[in-house]
């Protein structure tokens, strides 16, 4: 039995972890992949207080070790159900707990054409920080107009020959501070107004075919693809504990509480208007704080 089971490793379930084992309670982590969450593919982040400048990498080793020496457990075992009395049944074992912390995150959001899949780590990759490095003098396109898209493109020109930032509007969603370094970079060709409507290859992306809004189509002859559209939440299967909005965000009652007693939402997977590394361990620490007073006056 623990007190607090925390489901997702990223910057919230850390956070949550970290508030609650300084509480002295018995937590447990799950996670379904790697510690870290989306953070941890950031090149560089440089909006957290405090911290002028850290790779997203080295932020979320920090956090983890800091959790973990304190002596929070973690075991990497996808959740395929939770029950309202607190049961979380995972791919491997079955656990119970006073409370329920669900920091899930979101996950790449994907183009949805064709060979997507099957190229992925053949030329198709959601990570510039993870495989830019097979880039080295080569040319690359990155897809999207979001901080990811903008921050991926300054760290693939110190490495990539050629970078095409292609997005489908001529506004960024991404931050000014970006857009302002990118025009300096010689080897970064905006492509704007642009969707990506075909990945071409035999077994390995040889090239991509755009159309731009005037409906002119052409190709694009790359050697790598990084797509960065934006995330998608993964929370079908806490459909039965809590209510999600129409894009598959978790929906709370203030922030943290959800319709079921006990179980409690942070960070990205939550409905919420700012989706940012300060704001994930926001709700992880409210969170936490929360679920352990609540557990008090219940007991
Ligand atoms: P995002 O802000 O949601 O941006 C997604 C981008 O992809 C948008 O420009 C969107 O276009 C485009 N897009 C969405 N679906 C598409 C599709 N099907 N085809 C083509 N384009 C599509 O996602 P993000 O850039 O991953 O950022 C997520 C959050 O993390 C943000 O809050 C961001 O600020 C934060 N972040 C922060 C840092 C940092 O501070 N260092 C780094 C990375 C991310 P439209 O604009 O036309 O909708």
Partial sequence: MYDIIIIGAGPAGLTSAL??????KKVLILESKAYGGQIINASKIENYPGIESISGFDYATNLYNQVTKLGAEIKYESVIRVESDKTVITNNNQYKA???IIATGAENRKL??????????????YCATCDGNFYKDK??????????????????????????LIHRRDEFRGENYYLEEIRHKKNIKLVLNTNIIALNGNNRLESITIRDNKNNIKQLKIDGLFIAIGQVPNNKIFTNIV????????????????KTDGIYVAGDTRVKDLRQLTTA???GSIAATIAIKEMKGSN
């Fill in 98 to 100: 006073k409370a329920i």
């Fill in 243 to 258: 209510d999600i909005d129409e894009y598959g965000y978790i929906k709370s009652l203030d922030g943290v509480h959800t």
């Fill in 139 to 164: 040319i690359v396109a990155i897809n999207g107009g979001g901080n990811t898209a903008l921050d991926d493109a300054l760290y693939l020109s110190d490495i990539a020959k050629q970078v095409y």
């Fill in 19 to 24: 508030y609650a084992i300084r509480a002295r």
């Fill in 112 to 125: 949805n054409i064709e060979h997507e899949i099957e190229l992925i780590g053949k030329g198709v990759s």
């Fill in 281 to 283: 361990v926001s709700d």
